[in-house]
């Protein structure tokens, strides 16, 4: 630890700040290591069993609730967003048409997690580059056991929402999370007001009503983890409900009545790729796992493999009105996996009509222009 008096510590936090906001993030805050608070409400969560099949959340338990544990040395946790709403973000139009592939506006463009922890790199070689004495640092971007979101809500960065995101008042909830673990003493930040409220919109409009309380979401029924984090069958209690989202879910942000007031991202890098954007579900099924690998190169999409990405496509295309073209391409697919087996007759056999309500609910919402889709 420094104790050396010689530093002018809220100068030099100050210095950080304007850095990080050059290197292309839009708030910093500043938090001390005890996270005793909100300890509880994540050991409950494990406990009921809402991480699904994501064990590594349920490993190294103390590191992540004593960060002092994760890395030695460590004093303060540095505490970053980055926006990442892209510009003309109207896909969310693409729900209403059933044989359009939804995809989640976080992976539009390239993958933020080595975006951010290069710029993360950055700031750490500057604050060591003014330094005299022995600068120990980590980044973190979504990485390694580390509460990101109670870190960000103690540093100030926003208050943690009803569907458990964080959510701040200039940017919303479109934004991504990196930390910088440092054995400097800077000036800590309090927290800010929990501005929710009465409001329980995004707890009403979950397709699989997967918000189960106030900042408790039972991931097992979330379509942000059937479609990138679970590598199983899909329940079919939950197929009709996923719609023609293939990758992820914003409903319970599209709602969001802080989400109006989101700035667009000026980061290029996360901007649309031809692959996120108006696209046929038929047309991507017919990938083979070449194409798949070439085009979602760079983007946070690969990580979910070939298999899950099939998967995730036969589901939505139950739910949409098949062609006869479409219903011969899809039986051609059995035999070929046994994950892609499961859900191919319920595909061919489900055919759906009319929209879920609650999607509708949400077309009329965006119609309305009661949040930013724009």
């Known amino acids: 630890m420094h104790k050396n008096k010689k530093y002018n510590w809220s100068k030099l936090k100050h210095q950080i700040n304007n850095w990080s906001l050059e290197l292309g993030f839009q708030e910093m805050g500043v938090t001390d290591l005890d996270l005793n608070n909100y300890t509880p409400h994540y050991l409950d969560w494990l406990e009921k069993k809402f991480h699904g099949e994501m064990s590594w959340i349920a490993k190294n338990i103390d590191k992540r609730t004593s960060p002092e544990k994760l890395v030695d040395d460590t004093i303060r946790i540095l505490s970053f967003r980055m926006d990442y709403l892209p510009p003309d973000a109207g896909f969310a139009n693409n729900l209403k048409q059933n044989n359009m592939a939804y995809i989640s506006r976080y992976a539009s463009g390239r993958d933020y997690h080595k975006i951010m922890r290069k710029r993360l790199q950055k700031l750490a070689d500057k604050i060591n580059n003014s330094f005299e004495d022995d600068f120990k640092f980590r980044a973190f971007v979504d990485s390694a056991p580390v509460l990101e979101r109670p870190i960000a809500e103690k540093a100030g960065i926003g208050w943690q929402g009803k569907n458990s995101l964080i959510i701040n008042k200039k940017a919303g909830s479109w934004f991504f999370l990196g930390e910088l ?126 298999v899950k990405w099939i998967r995730n496509i036969i589901v939505a295309m139950g739910n949409s009105n098949l062609s006869e073209e479409e219903k011969l391409y899809i039986k051609s697919l059995r035999g070929k996996n046994k994950i892609w087996d499961e859900h191919i007759d319920w595909s061919l056999n489900n055919q759906i009509k009319s929209l879920k309500s609650n999607t509708q609910k949400l077309i009329r919402i965006i119609e309305k222009g009661l949040t930013r889709d724009a």
């Open 181 to 306: 673990y440092v054995n400097i003493p800077l000036p800590i930040d309090s927290p800010v007001t929990n501005d929710c409220g009465k409001c329980s919109s995004c707890i009403k409009i979950c397709p699989t009503n997967a918000i189960v309380g106030d900042k408790v979401v039972d991931a097992t029924k979330c379509i942000s983890y059937l479609t990138i984090e679970y590598a199983g069958v899909i329940p079919i209690e939950l197929r009709k409900k996923m719609g023609n989202r293939i990758y992820g879910c914003d409903d319970c942000q599209l709602v969001c009545p802080w989400n109006r007031f989101a700035s667009i991202t000026n980061e290029k890098d996360f901007y649309f790729k031809d692959i996120t954007k108006n696209q046929k579900l038929f047309d991507l099924l017919r990938w083979d796992e070449s194409q798949f690998l070439k085009k979602t190169e760079g983007s946070p999409i690969r990580r979910i493999g070939y």
